[in-house]
Structure formats: structure tokens, C-alpha cells
């Protein structure tokens, strides 16, 4: 199931590129999960920056999967459900 979250109207989902407007265009990120903020209630993505010098090669063969749940718990102490 993808998880969703809304802002403005606009729907956004796992996957999608955007940009934080405190930073207007100069940065982007890819959204790679959501929760809800339990103190606020407010739905909060989880974002991975896109950063241009990073990006590198390798073939299909030597990639592994991991879970999205195994991702999060290597990068952030937030419970994310």
C-alpha cells in the first residue's frame, strides 16, 4: 500500500521529487515515507535528498532490496507506521 499525504490540495506520494519551500528550488528530495506526528497530529514526509554529486553506477546484479522499514531504522529514531 502506498502511503499518502496532501498539501494544498496537491496529493503526494512515496516516490514523488519535491522541493521544501524554505529552500525554494536549490534542493530537491524524494519522498520516501510518511507518519503521522503523534504530539500534532500533523502528517510529516520522510525525505531523502537528491544530491547530484551522488549519484553513481553499478550494475543491476550487485543491488540488494531492502525494506523501507529497515531503511528508516538505519536513518531516523522516529517510530514510522
Known amino acids: 500500500m502506498i502511503r499518502t499525504g496532501f498539501t494544498g490540495g496537491t496529493e503526494m506520494k512515496i516516490g514523488d521529487i519535491v522541493t521544501r519551500k524554505i529552500y525554494g528550488e536549490d534542493m530537491q528530495f524524494c519522498i520516501i515515507g510518511f507518519y503521522t ?11 531523502a535528498l537528491l544530491d547530484p554529486s551522488l549519484i553513481v553506477e553499478a550494475a543491476v546484479q550487485d543491488l540488494a532490496p531492502i525494506s523501507a522499514r529497515h531503511l528508516f531504522a538505519l536513518t531516523t529514531p522516529v517510530f514510522v507506521h
Not at 506526528?37 to 525525505?47: K, S
Open 37 to 47: 506526528n503523534q504530539a500534532t497530529g500533523e502528517r510529516v514526509a520522510i525525505l
